[in-house]
């Protein structure tokens, strides 16, 4: 099982920000994007693979590289980095209109991630229980999508959600302007954590895993 490593708050250049952002002003923020997805699109279309499962891919690839988005607190609430953060991702039971709570285990290698992950979302699409597969692990973090609509601005409200370090991610519908797909992005996150820069950061490189996209296959 893995286990987060403590992060020393000795030498953490981010101990001030952290203890005033969790402790003195407990503050979360939410940014949304728009996506250019052209190309995105255009490699989906000549592949097998499953555009959600690549969206996750893509938003799980990023999280994993750095540690602010993998930060969590112990059970003594001491700050501590989780090696490997997994999706968990939303599933609609078209037919009862809810949704499901599945994930599936970060690999590197888009292909292999989809191998595990397109038939979770085939198998659950009728699952009555919320997580049909038990409670997603700790070291998770929550990607849900709104494919019937697109938005410019998307928030959500958590009631005593301050300790909630991970990042949460809200994918919307495709839409075309200026003979660009674009696709809209809403990321919540935590303050303590992360901050503009570090989001930024997270959402650029995103954008540079959908213009090249031959990890598609």
Known sequence: METPAPIDLATWPRRQHFEHYLQASPCTYAMTVELDATAFVEALRASSRKTYVAQVWALATVVNRHDEFRTVLTGDGAPAVWPTVHPAFTVLNAERETFACVWAPYDPDFGAFHDIAAPLLAE????????????????SFDVSSLPWTSF???????????????????????????????????????????DGF???????ELRALLADPAWVG
């Open 152 to 194: 410019t601005g998307f928030t959500l409200n958590i009631r005593d959600g301050w300790r909630h370090l991970a990042p949460i991610f809200t994918l919307g519908r495709y839409v075309e302007r200026d003979g660009r797909v674009l696709l809209p992005l809403a990321v919540q996150v935590h303050h303590a954590v992360a």
């Open 124 to 139: 659950h699409a009728s699952a009555t229980e919320f997580f049909p597969q038990g409670a997603p692990p700790p070291n």
């Open 198 to 204: 570090h989001t930024s950061r997270l959402v650029n």
